[in-house]
């Protein structure tokens, strides 16, 4: 009872997964960037502005030296009460950095 039994070993299929639709695979998007100078007192209320246009992917902030200091991936499906939710704890973290920091540099990427 106690010897071990030996099971024939089959070889295991490896699944192949189903081709993507061609309609998925090639949706273009064009992403155009844009950058403002502003003031550190003026940030929190140009990224309201940028984010209630509604078709931004991308909020990059940076200070004079260039060096990125918050980069904000922003969902598009995002609309109403979720958005004010989401938002507020990055809108206070920009509010902090604003404070600190003399002259910014924003980088949007708009998808078109």
Do not use: C, Y
């Amino acid at each position: 009872m106690s010897e071990p039994v030996d099971f024939p070993q089959e070889p295991i299929a490896t699944p192949n997964p189903p081709p993507l639709d061609p309609e998925v695979q090639q949706i273009p998007h064009k992403v155009r960037v844009e950058e403002f100078q502003v003031s550190g007192d003026t940030l929190v209320s140009k990224v309201k502005e940028l984010i209630h246009q509604g078709n931004i992917r991308r909020i990059i902030i940076k200070d004079e030296s260039r060096k990125t200091l918050l980069e904000i991936p922003l969902t598009v499906g995002l609309v109403g009460g979720a958005l004010a939710v989401t938002i507020a704890p990055i809108l206070a973290a920009i509010g902090a950095i604003g404070a600190l920091v003399a002259r910014l540099t924003i980088v949007i990427e708009k998808v078109e």
